[in-house]
């Protein structure tokens, strides 16, 4: 039964314990792809448990066992899954139909099937012209070693042809035109294909990598650094907080690992013991006024209600991809905060966070507008806040499905 809502609240604001966080979805839909491609030589462990990498298992043994036959997948809203897909499935002996949610069909693809489609891959788009669902029929032959790709729209593009590089019969050289964003997940899946044994050349503005086998290996997937910033964020927000994360590294792929150094901002300190990461709450705020999330957008959301809740002013920048994410999120973000007075102004590609007119409301109804960063980034506010309403609570589902019942844990008291 779909749950409309939940009501939280903290009577003590005070968070003490240990939380054991999933496996990271970004680096295990990649280790999926790379399994898949090793034909099982590589192993994968820790694999998340988020929906996302659920379902991008489940495609891809769909797509096991191709036929002449256009065979239907559908990842739902699972976006990485929809653009590492988009490649693969060129790869794969058969036919196929790459579908989503409604909204899923309204995020744009377009720059990706137009690489794909320059080295010989045979893409027909079935509606709307750059937007899924896609019908795609596999065993490509490749006629072009060389791709062109824009860098300021979506790092996932870049890493979807990335993974299928060393498997395509004239390996992939990739050209990078302007600049790259979200740099750090590009990054992680080099290294994690280096993992597997596969070699590269990354070189200012090129990646080349040569067709080559996979080598036997098996990937360990680090906790999720972006579930982890809902636990910086409730630090930042209560009153005592002290919390541990096992198993996260301080020398991470991830590109959310960021989240360490700007929550020094916000009063959260971060040390690296035996048994994990170590929270704490030092209440020092800092006069840093501007932050740049073009390295790290999954983070924007939650450093957004922070700064709003400690009524810290604030300017954002690197918020591009923001809009065609699950959903706008900026327009997502502009409307809920302005529920408690906050204000998020654009100046270009400078967003201003002005919090004179904050006030403290004895009830807040959030809307998640079905993305799951939204509920866990306004969750925190229950430590603020006397209640919250997060409506349609089940998007966490997609990323961090334990995350009700993490903070359950750690006393917050959840009606639904």
Not at 98 to 118: C, F, H, N, S
Not at 223 to 242: F, G, I, K, N, R
Request: hydrophobic share 40%; net charge negative; aromatic share 8%.
């Amino acid at each position: 039964m779909t749950t409309e809502k939940l009501i939280l609240s903290h009577q003590s604001k005070t968070i003490r314990g240990t939380v054991q966080l999933t496996g990271s979805k970004s680096e295990s839909n990649r280790a999926l792809i790379i399994r898949a491609l090793s034909e099982g030589i590589v192993k994968v462990e820790n694999l998340s448990e988020a929906a996302d990498t659920v379902t991008l298992e489940a495609a891809l043994e769909i797509a096991k066992t191709g036929s002449e036959e256009f065979k239907t997948i559908d990842i739902g809203p699972a976006g990485t899954a929809m653009r590492f897909l988009t490649s693969y499935l060129n790869l794969v002996k058969g036919n196929f139909i790459l579908t989503g949610t409604e909204r899923m069909q309204q995020r744009p693809i377009g720059i990706l099937v137009d690489a794909l489609k320059t080295i010989g891959a045979d893409i027909h788009y079935e509606k709307k012209a750059g937007f899924p669902p896609l019908k795609i029929e596999g065993g490509m032959f490749q006629n072009k070693e060389q791709v062109a790709i824009q860098g300021n729209v979506s790092s996932q593009y870049i890493s979807s042809l990335l993974l299928i590089a060393s498997s395509l019969k004239k390996g992939l050289t990739i050209n990078i035109e302007g600049e790259l964003t979200s740099r750090p997940y590009v990054t992680m899946t080099l290294e994690m294909l280096k993992e597997a044994g596969i070699q590269y050349d990354f070189q200012e503005q090129s990646i080349a990598i040569e067709k080559q086998d996979f080598q036997p290996a098996t990937i360990y997937v680090e906790p999720d650094w972006s579930a982890a910033s809902y636990w910086y964020a409730m630090v930042a927000l209560a009153q005592e907080a002290h919390i541990v994360l096992p198993g996260l590294k301080q020398h991470s792929l991830q590109g959310d690992f960021a989240i360490t150094d700007i929550m020094t901002h916000f009063g959260v300190t971060s040390t690296f013991e035996k048994d994990g990461l170590h929270l704490r709450k030092s209440g020092l705020i800092s006069k840093k006024s501007l932050f740049d999330f073009k390295e790290c957008p999954d983070l924007a959301q939650t450093v957004v209600v922070v700064a709003a809740a400690l009524r810290k002013d604030t300017s954002f920048t690197g918020l591009e991809t923001l809009k065609i994410k699950e959903t706008d999120r900026i327009l997502a973000l502009q409307q809920e905060i302005g529920k408690f007075g906050a204000e998020l102004i654009a100046d270009g590609e400078v967003y201003h966070l002005k919090t004179d007119k904050v006030f403290e409301p004895e009830r807040i109804s959030i809307a998640t507008y079905e993305d799951h960063r939204m509920a866990m980034a306004f969750a925190p506010l229950a430590l603020v806040f006397d209640q919250i309403t997060i409506e349609e609570p089940e998007v966490v589902e997609k990323s961090y499905p334990s995350f009700w019942k993490h903070l359950a844990e750690q006393g917050f008291k959840i009606v639904e």
